[in-house]
């Protein structure tokens, strides 16, 4: 494991003491200090010989949220319990990625487990017109577990295509609640061109509350039923997404919608708002969100059966968190596509655990299909590795190549090492054990490794769909 990773585990005692000597009361003792710290992870190891049934899937995702934003990450002043308290009942990964560094292709790649890039509607970094979207043809995640006998849900967050040519529930989603856009005011659900986008289905559906709100009510809904299958829920928060708008910001809410309604395509972007604090707000209301819907999970008695991941679409924006990542969303330097992840399932997997496994979007749809039974369609090839084997028997995972390319960089990440290119157009190569945030290029002295990295992403990439001139 990455010693510099795990800094929850270490750093507890230090923490609670500052705090202390900041408030200015004597600092605790050292005995103190260790019996109020959390207890330290221990890297993953996997507990084989459990049998279980066939898990509910819970799959949560953050939007925007940054790779250190939450308090189990290292954030100093984020404060994120509910979130915290599931990193200690399963297993909390320090090197997992997004599929892309923006909404949309990072959606795609765990809805089909491929590459952005292998379809029309990836291309788009991200979807911003109604021109592409997710072809209803492609298999998904939803509609393969639903092949396999699973019921499939989707709340919040689409932006993979608008009507009426794309949907949810056009690609293996029995149910649909949410926004089709990729953004929208949190109390008018108006999205970047005025439009109205809170939907029930393919219906509009009215509801003027704060919509992170209105997300959790439906989500712990959905899992209170009385399902006689196991399902997937697919929860896609829009928080802590731009506008900065908290729960209870009515006059900041009324004031976009203005500029919105006199016709100002740039409000929602909301370039002159926001703050640390007000980031902190939602974020830590995101915190809260999350612990609802689980406390509803556990209310009704479907805690140990049901597998939740939780994860962001891709790094962190203006407000994020990301030391000691570099870069933020739209980049694929680590703080773009470095995501805080989190994986508990009760029944199969032992809790208090930490993993530097580099994983990436792809590699969850795979396993998730495994653990389900469902069987990828073989015109369809995944592009990801499922990590059934390892996470449930112990299996070593194989080394391969985790793979990005947006317009104007690439990158590539085998073992330790990362291939980048920026839109300076230099080629450079980092050791991420030793050189997390990427400031030691080696390339003029690993001219070899260098060039066999960048000759494996030109193989990928000659596999891919051309981006439009």
Not at 251 to 265: N, P
Not at 444 to 465: I, N, S
């Amino acid at each position: 494991m990455s010693s510099s990773l795990s800094r929850r585990a270490l750093g507890g005692a230090a923490v609670t003491a500052a705090a202390a000597a900041a408030l200015g009361a004597a600092a605790p003792s050292a005995q103190a200090a260790q019996a109020a710290a959390p207890a330290p992870e221990r890297p993953f190891r996997a507990a084989p010989g459990r049998h279980s049934a066939r898990p509910n899937i819970l799959f949560i995702l953050g939007d925007d949220l940054g790779w250190a934003d939450l308090s189990s990450y290292g954030s100093p002043h984020i404060h994120t319990p509910h979130l915290d308290r599931l990193a200690r009942q399963g297993v909390r990964f320090t090197d997992a990625y997004s599929g892309s560094a923006t909404c949309s292709p990072t959606r795609f790649s765990l809805y089909t487990g491929r590459y952005p890039g292998r379809t029309k509607g990836g291309l788009a970094e991200p979807i911003a017109d109604r021109s592409v979207g997710l072809e209803p043809t492609h298999p998904t995640l939803a509609s393969l577990l639903r092949d396999a006998g699973y019921t499939t849900a989707l709340i919040g967050k689409w932006h993979c295509g608008y009507l009426p040519d794309y949907s949810p529930t056009r690609s293996g989603w029995d149910e649909f609640f949410g926004n089709f856009g990729g953004a929208l005011e949190y109390y008018s659900k108006l999205g970047l061109g005025g439009e109205y986008d809170l939907y029930e289905g393919d219906a509009e559906y009215k509801d003027l509350r704060y919509y992170t709100r209105v997300l959790t009510e439906r989500a712990s809904e959905y899992v209170a039923r009385d399902h006689d299958r196991p399902f997937l829920l697919n929860l896609n928060f829009t928080t802590p997404h731009w506008p900065w708008i908290a729960d209870g910001d009515e006059e900041a809410s009324a004031e976009i919608v203005r500029r919105i309604k006199a016709g100002d395509r740039s409000a929602l972007w909301h370039q002159d708002g926001g703050s640390v604090e007000k980031y902190t707000q939602m974020v830590e209301d995101l915190d809260r969100s999350v612990g609802q819907v689980l406390a509803a999970l556990k209310r009704a008695g479907r805690e140990r059966d049901t597998l939740v991941f939780f994860g962001s679409d891709n790094g962190g924006e203006r407000f994020s968190y990301n030391w000691p990542l570099a870069g933020n969303k739209g980049s694929l330097q680590e703080g773009g596509i470095r995501v805080p992840s989190i994986l508990r399932w009760p029944a199969r997997i032992d809790g208090g655990q930490v993993s530097d496994l580099p994983v990436f979007s792809p590699d969850w749809t795979a396993t998730l299909l495994e653990i389900a039974g469902a069987r990828p369609h073989p015109a369809y090839p995944l592009d990801g590795t499922s990590l059934a084997g390892h996470l449930l028997r112990g299996e070593p995972v194989r080394e391969r190549d985790l793979f990005w390319r947006v317009r104007g960089e690439r990158a590539l990440r085998r073992g330790d090492w990362k291939y980048y290119r920026g839109k300076s157009g230099r080629d450079q190569l980092f050791h991420l054990t030793e050189d997390a945030r990427e400031q030691a290029d080696r390339a003029p002295y690993e001219k070899e490794r260098l060039a066999e990295l960048r000759a494996a992403w030109e193989r990928t990439d000659a596999g891919l769909l051309p981006y439009a001139n």
